[in-house]
């Protein structure tokens, strides 16, 4: 396949006020146009593999059958070196299975988009009676067919496939014959919301005029906390025209710039012809679409790389193809038509021009800042001039009033009961609790205890029984309860092997994965006493067939530090598994630098096994800040404690993928190491649902020589299934005790002293 280079022309001009888009083709390479001789093609839509290829998705069917689309159509796949071709055929990705599917007979109109490390293939799907109504230069549609019409997805590691699909339409007709979508439902358009959410938008068909027709044919909403749904409609059309019963077609939308942003196959009737072009929409919220200020792109016309010019027929089915954000290519559907009226269809890959326009000198009082701030604080980013601190507001938090941001939460504690921790001598201490489970009709936590003769004596002070640190001379042990609040201790479940073995001098921070019906502990070896070089600790594992075990140990180093030089060279600390996107996703602490203070970031490893191997992110670390970990799935992505430690302390962050955090919120009073209850932990699920409660600890409750750590319950409200409003208020009151414990130091205390004496000098 030949290498083509094209020249791209995308100006973004930097204006803070700047909110529309102005959309120009550029020209376009006469090899930028995938024909076949057997089939005809229709729309296109891109996706960039990890392959380095660019796979091409688009419709299909036999010429000699005519314009068969509705009974004959399949999703077929091409591949190219370049966005604008050329592209070769590889294979068919959603072929005909049945007229007892759904979508057994027909595949259509496919949309492709990955979102963290799977792809999405949307598409209208059909059965029926299976006839082909037409010939070529005589089209005549199948309304059994056209009316048979839903939307699907199809779900794959790899642009490759295999494609899974599903026996049930991903968004249906309603029931309610007043819908507007209660006759059909078809082209999906969906793009990702900036709260990590989905929105599509879609070609509905209800009854309200006469069949087989019905209509009128409009464009509805439905958004979702997963690509594969459920969708929830919203009734109110969009892409409307009074008095029009078919005004718009083949929407693709995208976010950009604060904004949701379409292009559109508008359609207006000039008497009796109906005259096509393509138009582009915008919207803050994507609910409400408007035409945008640069509204008109291109009334079928493109220009060829030598400079001719030529009008299609039809240049719809509009797919945008983005990097990094910004849109490159749009690929259409075109054809012309032969003396005896034969459609001859192809896919074009047209080069885009992309401005960011500032605002007019002129704009309307009611968007610049003279007209004032609105009152009631906006749900959605407002199309007007905004400092820094309110962009930040609407575009870096899902939502810009803590209550009805789902990652933002106020934390409460609870005393645990049933555990002694020996009158609080020091000599028992228990922290580092693991997520908790439930099984076997109750819940389950592991974690580190220390039973000694002495509270801990330092590095300098330590023997075989005198322990160095807390977690110094520890076993793993577990409890279980009944209501989260009771605990009763069931003993040691992981115990120090025999010296040499890894964890001889102490075992400790352990977390639980369940994976493939049995129960795997990770936790922090030590084969030496903290604190005298550091805490070399390297991740180990046991397993067992039973929460209650007995627990096999592995003996083997599951994560080892880091070479020489990288910043896990010398720890590998609170190891936490999740399953995600079918592997174990192991997060990690580690501690490095040290010049003046130790830097404290996270990390993490991934495996098909449990006991490895485990290769490290080539990014790590994924967490710029924390202490010990504690992460959940949350959506389609990964949700992440971050305490203590770090420029971003105090945050609850989110990954769509597992690896790229962002803050989404700022909290206080953040459980230390905290051990959540998951429900769906280890569901490998493509829609967490978030946490409420878990358990926690709290270090030196008492004095240094007694120092000793006790668990305790943490309660929030990080879930998308519960409502708190206690949980989602801002304003923690402490009594000034707790500021006066905040103390300052014997140093500080002479440094202001010398600063009074020098201001006081004559």
Known sequence: ????????????????????????????????????????????????????????????????????????????????????????????????????????????????????????????????????????????????????????????????????????????????????????????????????????????????????NGGPVVHGVATSDHPTGPFKKHDRPIFTFQGERFPAEDPYIWHQNGKYRAIVKRIKHEGKQRVFSLVHYDSVDGFDWKPAKHHEISERIVQWEDGTVEQFEHLERPQVYLENGVPIALLCAADTRDANRVRHSFNIQIPLRVSLMPAAADEPAANDAAAGFPYVLPKQKPDRPLSEAMRRNYDAYPAPRPEDNELYTRFKYTPLKGLDDHGGDGTVSRRDPSKVIFENGKYYVWYTKRNTPTPPQGPDGFTDTIPSSDWDLADIWYATSEDGFSWDEQGVAVARPEKPLLGWRSVSTPDILVWKGKYYLYYQGFSEASGTRGDDCPVAVSYADSPDGPWT???????????????????????????????????????????????????????????????????????????????????????????????????????????????????????????????????????????TWGLSHFTNVSTWDKNHAILARFDCDLSLDVNDPEMKRTGDYHKPDVFFEQRLSSKQKARIEDENKTLMKP
Not at 104 to 117: A, L, M, S
Not at 635 to 656: C, K, M, W
Not at 672 to 677: L, Q, R, T, V
């Open 553 to 691: 140990a592995h003996h083997q180093v599951v994560l080892p530090n880091g070479a020489a030089g990288q910043w896990d060279q010398y720890s590998v600390h609170d190891p936490y598994p999740l399953v995600y996107r079918g592997k174990i996703y192991l997060y990690y602490k580690s501690d490095f630098d040290g010049d003046p203070n130790l830097v404290r970031m996270q990390g993490l490893a991934i495996a098909d096994d449990p006991l490895g191997p485990f290769k490290k992110h080539p990014l790590n670390p994924v967490i710029n800040s924390g202490h010990e970990t504690t992460l959940f799935p949350f959506r389609n992505g990964i949700a992440a404690f971050v305490i203590r430690d770090g420029l971003e302390h105090s945050t609850i962050q989110y990954a769509p993928d597992g690896v790229h955090f962002k803050i989404a919120s700022i909290v206080s009073l953040m459980p230390n190491a905290g051990g959540p209850f998951i429900p769906d932990a280890f569901t490998d699920t493509q829609n967490g649902r978030g946490i």
């Open 1 to 212: 396949m030949l290498r083509s280079s094209i020249l791209l022309v995308v100006s973004l001009v930097s204006v803070a006020s700047a909110q529309d888009l102005k959309i120009e083709f550029a020209k376009v390479l006469r090899q930028s146009t995938f024909k076949s001789e057997s089939h005809s093609i229709w729309g296109g839509s891109l996706v960039k593999g990890d392959d380095g290829w660019y796979h091409l998705f688009y419709s299909r069917w036999p010429k000699h059958l005519g314009w068969a689309w509705v009974t004959d159509s399949e999703v077929a796949h091409a591949v190219s070196d370049s966005p604008f071709g050329p592209f070769q055929f590889k294979d068919v990705a959603l072929p005909r299975r049945g007229r007892e599917f759904w979508d057994g007979w027909c595949t259509h109109n496919p949309t492709v988009h990955r979102f963290g490390d799977k792809y999405y293939l949307y598409y209208m799907g059909n059965t029926g009676d299976g006839m082909v109504t037409g010939t070529p230069g005589k089209e005549k549609l199948n309304w059994n067919h056209r009316n048979n019409q839903r939307i699907g997805v199809a779900v794959a590691d790899s642009p490759n496939g295999p494609w899974v699909r599903s026996d049930k339409p991903l968004l249906d007709v309603s029931r309610d014959e007043a819908a507007i979508d209660s006759l059909m439902t078809s082209n999906p358009s969906v793009c990702q919301r900036p709260d990590g959410g989905f929105l599509m938008v879609y070609k509905a068909v209800g009854k309200e005029y006469p069949m087989p």
